[in-house]
């Protein structure tokens, strides 16, 4: 090999060497940039996850507050229908009353 030959070579090897270390470095910023992006996503999907628990525990609040409405409305409805029965039943007493007041006044006069 002659001595330009060399030299062709060696600048080869050293223009190689320092693209290697130009792509060495910007895969490294590349891969710093990744892991702060993968922790990123992994701190957010743990926020969803605890939003999605969270959300969970009120869903089964609310159902169960839903099912506690359900049952009181069952309730209020069973009340007002033994009101509307009791009120039907004044109301038959308090007309079998005044017919009777009517014929005792009728048998006193």
Same mark, same amino acid.
């Given at each position: 090999? +002659?001595?330009?030959? =060399?030299?062709?070579?060696?600048?080869? $090897? =050293?223009?190689?060497?320092?693209?290697?270390?130009?792509?060495?470095?910007?895969?490294?910023?590349?891969?710093?940039?990744?892991?702060?992006?993968?922790? /990123?996503?992994?701190?957010?999907?743990?926020?969803?996850?605890?939003?999605?628990?969270? &959300?969970?525990?009120?869903?089964?609040?609310? $159902?169960?507050?839903?099912?506690? =409405?359900?049952?009181?409305?069952?309730?209020?409805?069973? +009340?007002?229908?033994? &009101?509307?029965?009791?009120?039907?039943?004044?109301?038959?007493?308090?007309?079998?009353?005044? /017919?009777?007041?009517?014929? &005792?006044?009728?048998?006193?006069?």
């Amino acid at each position: 090999m +002659t001595p330009d030959e =060399l030299d062709r070579a060696i600048e080869f $090897i =050293l223009k190689n060497q320092a693209r290697f270390e130009e792509n060495q470095a910007r895969f490294d910023q590349n891969q710093a940039r990744f892991d702060l992006r993968m922790d /990123r996503l992994a701190e957010s999907q743990d926020r969803a996850a605890s939003q999605l628990a969270d &959300l969970a525990s009120k869903t089964d609040s609310l $159902i169960s507050t839903t099912t506690d =409405l359900v049952g009181v409305s069952r309730h209020l409805l069973k +009340t007002q229908n033994e &009101l509307v029965e009791s009120h039907r039943l004044i109301t038959e007493l308090v007309v079998h009353q005044s /017919r009777r007041l009517d014929r &005792l006044e009728d048998q006193t006069s």
